[in-house]
């Protein structure tokens, strides 16, 4: 009561001192303090609001050479600061730093109060930096506080607050640099700010915690165990000051915790994982979702259950883990700073967790799971070497499941060992691997064998690197200073290390001949420089690295524009020549190499380079043939139906196929008779014709055939019951259509590989649009009727099989076309068009021209709605190409979560907020989203206002009218675009608080009467009763959602932007319906009923609110 006795006592003073009056600032002054002190006791952010308002106007009474300014100025500041704190808008404390210098200015050298402005400029300099991460922030702010500190010597009462802020700006900046010397000092200071604060002072806590955590970050640098010892007792101390309700509790049961788990791995005790387990989940329970520090709490506690798992062999601790990890995973989502321990983290759950049942799935999910965490951990990351190692154990394992993978000792070793002596195994096994893949390419010359062997070549090289003092280095930089004789650890590489190294360089030269891929030619030649490093005057294998480097120069001078590579590859085989004996196979090739490059140089002396593109020559033809033809194979699936064998064919049978065609043979003979010019495009051509291919969209029915059904067996003499029937059919009609190849997803996707079946999903939209043809099959429709009510119509898959493809020919029951139409396009007959618009409630625009991406999402939306798939997440998944979106698929996840990652991807990347214009449940995962794709059937659009499209020009409108509309104007277009992160909406609106809500009628149904600022009144009516607290808390808003965009011109209407948007907001409109939540964040509710509201007149209109919710 004593403040709220304060505040009223300093309202009656400052109504005895109104405008004019001498005394007026003073009060103003003091009603603001009285307001901040009940602000900090009752926590009423109105009060610290109107704290704020007050001090402005006390500063402006306090003009520029008033005495009383500086206080004013620290005061206002010190107000912005707490308010940045609560609500976390970046413009308070921006304005808190600038009063603040400010403040400083005021206050010079000798003037009784500049510690203290030293001291709050610094805090709120410590804050920016934590906001924005510029180090020049935290630099400043240790500056300023070691001033402070020096004019708050021993005995003055503020000594330890400068000593524990400096503390923790120095922690800050280890941190972040890694100097040692800041984390002394700042323990040093710590423990000096401790001796200052003892037991009893009410800030003791926060002291014992932070001097703890630095402890804990010096035992991780030094391994002293009594600095972890102390750490401990230190947190014990801190959590018996924190008791239940304290808001950092949660801070030292998570601190604490973290320090018993690292004491476990230090000694092994079971007793310190088991309470750093109890104290995990007490921390967890204190930060429920929505908790700023919830995703570090699920980190955390999963790894001390991943621990008891590798002690206890108790499945549960790992699910249990899994879960959380899983959890925490979506609090940290791409950007976030410790993402990549994340998902290293659930990647060891997962291989863990394989090796214990054996699930292919869960080996798939660790491994890319941990290469995503390795893209994240960037050479000089503190964790990449762990992460690198762990992730190239589950790559071994992979690989091991492979049938013609060698079964080497080191393999074994590699794939079964634990701990970090194992490094040597596991490099030696990648290198083996890399060349048996090596050998299968040369074999199969399949570029994703290629592709690995880079891949496990050069974390084999990584884990081979010299390990610097200060920091790693990226593999290519490591090379480029070999090569350029400046890495002065050169010496200590092996000789298996330069062989990794030679059999990299082939891989990245084998790579670019297919690929023509001039990254992999630098690569090249950079690590056959480094190589030859190596291979001194004397060294038995110096003449081969000579020739190697040599033809990739000579590759590189081939590519226009001709560079000075030729000059020195003659050189290098001259060299070679000289250490070779005549007759050795040797000799003859770099003989012949040098021949051939001396005959260049001659060309190229007496000729003018060509603009036009290298020909092929008759010697490199054939693998020019065969590199365009897995190059057309990449952008189509992966395995497909022989339409003359039945056979399933994956990518190397395809290009055998070709290769002993009459096409290929046809296309050798054309191109050595050609003009060299056209045979690239000749080349392309031809192949591509071959390899068209037909699509099959259909209803799945009873004994649909799966890949192991057929691989590996002609289709044709199998049984013809159940799906294998129509899988003949369609391949049967593909042949007579002329088509060698045919596709269906029953059993050309391998559906027990989540990896093959992430890419299938987000690439069938793209492979629909590239077939030549797609056959839709529907066994619903007997030969002679409509297809109007087929069940093919109401699939969520269909739908984009439908939008997808060009060339669409539908077949009935028995296998016959449509209506007997043998239009080689039913999408071309008029007639089929406008059978389809009634079927789907699509335009024929769309049904014939359809572009995949984020436009007009609302209507996209809508043609989904009346669909369904088996699987109800599918229904999400099924749109992933139509909004042309790559998410990940995780089936298992609740329906509602798929389609809320879906809505909040299409918000996050467009801004489009039509998406938030449905009826119906909300959903769990956010609620402006649906829980079902239902929602969005056909809304019915609000009604014009009888002059809605008179065209009323401004010129009859007063000025003033004009100048507040442009004014409205600016500010909406300056309005932030809508975001969504961390499940959180942040939504530009245009805001109507609402003022009453009135209940008129009673069950079975709810009408209320509502009212809000700057509309007319409307009602809504409601299946349940709105909860009484939601009516006495007050803080409902409704609001009309706005992106920039919708000030965008009207078609036909010859009127400026703000005639636009007066136009737009005098329209009725679809409004949400939000209640407001603690810490400023709001809910929507009533999303069962449309409300549509309308603006109350056109001084409502002009008065809008422009406001951003950020919305749960």
């Not at 076309?817 to 007639?831: E, I, P, R």
Request: charged content about 20%; overall charge negative; proline content about 6%.
């Amino acid at each position: 009561m004593a403040s709220t006795d304060d505040v009223s006592h300093s309202r009656e003073k400052l109504e005895r001192c109104p405008p004019g009056h001498n005394g007026r600032d003073v009060a103003l002054s003091e009603l603001a303090e009285a307001l901040r002190d009940r602000f900090q006791r009752e926590h009423n952010i109105d009060d610290l609001n109107g704290a704020i308002a007050l001090y402005r106007d006390a500063l402006k009474l306090r003009p520029t050479g008033n005495h009383k300014r500086s206080f004013s100025l620290i005061h206002l500041a010190a107000c912005l600061s707490k308010r940045y704190e609560d609500q976390g808008a970046s413009a308070d404390l921006e304005e808190a730093v600038s009063l603040g210098r400010a403040a400083l200015e005021l206050r010079p050298p000798g003037h009784p109060y500049r510690a203290l402005s030293l001291y709050n400029l610094a805090c709120d300099l410590k804050k920016r930096f934590q906001k924005l991460n510029d180090m020049r922030d935290l630099d400043e702010a240790i500056e300023l506080h070691r001033v402070a500190l020096e004019l708050r010597p021993s005995g003055h009462a503020h000594r330890s607050s400068s000593l524990h802020e400096l503390a923790i700006c120095l922690s800050n900046r280890h941190d972040k640099q890694g100097v040692v010397a800041d984390l002394e000092e700042a323990i040093t200071l710590g423990r000096a700010a401790l001796e200052l604060r003892p037991p009893g002072h009410p800030h003791r806590g926060i002291l014992l915690h932070n001097l703890a955590c630095d402890l804990r970050t010096r035992f991780q640098k030094q391994a002293n165990a009594s600095d972890l010892e102390e750490a401990i007792e230190l947190h014990r101390a801190a959590l018996e000051l924190r008791p239940l309700g304290h808001p950092r509790r949660s801070a030292s049961l998570h601190q604490l915790a973290v320090c018993l788990s690292s004491r476990y791995d230090n000694q092994g005790t079971i007793a310190d994982l088991e309470e750093a387990v109890t104290l995990g989940r007490a921390a967890l329970d204190l930060r429920p979702p929505g908790h700023p520090y919830r995703a570090a709490a699920l980190h955390n506690l999963a790894c001390d259950l991943r621990k008891q798992f590798q002690k206890e062999a108790d499945m549960h601790h790992l699910e249990e883990a899994i879960e959380l990890l899983r959890a925490a995973l979506e609090l940290r989502p791409s950007g976030h700073p410790n993402r990549s321990s994340s998902l290293h983290a659930l990647a060891l759950c997962l291989s863990d967790r394989y090796d214990n049942q054996g699930a292919a799935a869960d080996l798939e999910e660790a491994v890319t799971l941990g290469h995503a965490a390795l893209e994240l951990c960037s050479p000089g990351h503190p964790d990449r070497v762990v992460v690198l190692y762990n992730h190239a154990c589950d790559l071994l394992k992979k690989f091991r499941k492979q049938a013609d993978m060698p079964a080497t000792s080191s393999l074994h070793r590699a794939t079964s060992v634990v701990c970090p002596t194992g490094m040597a195994d596991v490099a030696s096994s990648l290198s083996e691997l890399s060349l048996h893949l090596w050998d299968r390419f040369q074999k199969q010359a399949t570029t994703s064998d290629l592709d690995d062997a880079i891949c496990l070549a050069t974390y084999a090289l990584e884990l081979r690197l010299p390990r610097r003092s200060h920091h790693d280095i990226p593999v290519g930089a490591w090379i480029q200073g070999l090569a350029q004789g400046t890495d002065s650890d050169g010496h200590v590489m092996l000789g298996r290390e330069v062989d990794n190294l030679r059999d990299l360089a082939n891989y990245h030269r084998a790579r670019f001949q297919r690929q023509d891929t001039f990254v992999d030619l630098n690569a090249a030649i950079e690590m056959y420089r480094s190589v030859l490093q190596f291979h001194p005057t004397g060294h038995p294998s110096r003449a081969s690295s000579l020739h190697d480097l040599a033809q990739c120069l000579a590759d590189r001078f081939r590519q226009p524009p001709p560079t000075s590579d030729l000059d020195e590859a003659i050189a290098l085989e001259q060299e070679a020549l000289q250490l070779l004996i005549p007759g050795d196979p040797s000799y003859d090739m770099s003989r012949c190499s040098l021949t051939a490059y001396l005959q260049m140089k001659i060309g190229a002396q007496g000729a003018i380079p060509s603009s036009n593109p290298p020909s092929v020559t008759h010697f490199d033809i054939k693998q020019v043939i065969r590199n365009v033809a897995f190059d057309t194979l990449k952008a189509m699936p992966p395995r497909l139906l022989h339409t003359y064998t039945g056979i399933l064919c994956n990518r190397e049978a395809q290009v055998s196929h070709f290769m002993a065609s009459q096409q290929y043979n046809q296309l050798l003979s054309s191109c050595a008779t050609c003009d060299p010019a056209q045979q690239m495009k000749l080349i392309h051509t031809v192949v591509s014709k071959y390899f068209q291919f037909v699509m099959l969209s259909h209803r799945w029915g009873r004994g649909e055939p799966l890949l192991h059904d057929v691989e590996g067996h002609p289709i044709y003499g199998m049984s013809t019951r159940g799906g294998l029937g129509k899988l003949q059919t369609f391949c049967l009609v593909a042949c007579e259509r002329d088509y060698l190849w045919a596709w269906s997803d029953t059993c050309c996707i391998d559906k027990d590989s989540s990896a093959e079946l992430q890419e299938a999903i987000g690439s069938m939209f793209a492979w629909y649009r590239r077939s030549a043809l797609t056959i839709v099959y529907l066994s619903d429709v007997p030969d002679t009727e409509s297809f109007g009510s087929s069940e093919w119509f109401q699939r969520g898959w269909t739908l984009q099989e439908l939008l997808a493809s060009e060339r669409v020919l539908f077949y009935t029951l028995n296998w016959t076309l449509y209506k007997n139409l043998t239009s080689s396009n039913h999408k071309a007959d008029d007639a089929v068009l406008e059978e389809l618009e009634r079927a789907t409630g699509i335009e024929s625009r769309f049904l014939t021209s359809f572009s995949p991406g984020m436009d007009d999402a609302r209507s996209r939306l809508q043609w989904a709605s009346l669909r369904r798939t088996t699987r109800p997440e599918d229904i999400a998944y099924s749109l992933f190409g139509i909004f042309n979106l790559h998410l990940p698929v995780l089936y298992g996840e609740p329906a509602e979560n798929a389609l809320g990652r879906l809505l909040a991807e299409i918000v996050s990347q467009s801004g489009d907020t039509s998406v938030l214009d449905w009826v119906g449940e909300a959903s769990p995962y956010h609620s402006c989203f649906p829980a079902q794709i239902t929602s969005y059937q056909m809304l019915p659009s609000p009604p014009l206002p009888p002059d809605a499209e008179e065209h009323v020009t401004m010129k009859e409108r007063p000025a003033s009218l004009l100048t507040a509309l442009q004014t409205l104007y600016r500010s909406l277009d300056k309005s932030p675009l809508p975001r969504f992160l961390n499940r959180r909406l942040t939504l530009p609106c245009i805001a109507h608080p609402v003022t009453v809500v009135r209940l008129k009628g009673t069950a079975p149904k709810y009408t209320y009467e509502i009212q809000a600022s700057g509309l007319r009144a409307l009602e809504i009516t409601l299946p349940s009763e709105l909860e009484n607290e939601i009516l006495l808390q007050g803080g409902l808003q409704l609001v009309r959602p706005w992106h920039s965009k919708l000030l965008g011109p009207s078609a036909g209407l010859h009127t400026t932007p703000e005639e636009q948007l007066l136009l737009a907001l005098g329209r009725p409109f679809n409004a949400l319906l939000l209640t407001e939540l603690p810490h400023s964040e709001y809910k929507r509710i009533a999303s069962s009923t449309l409300i549509t509201a309308q603006p109350a007149d056109l001084t409502s209109i002009l008065q809008s609110e422009i406001r951003t919710f950020d919305i749960v």
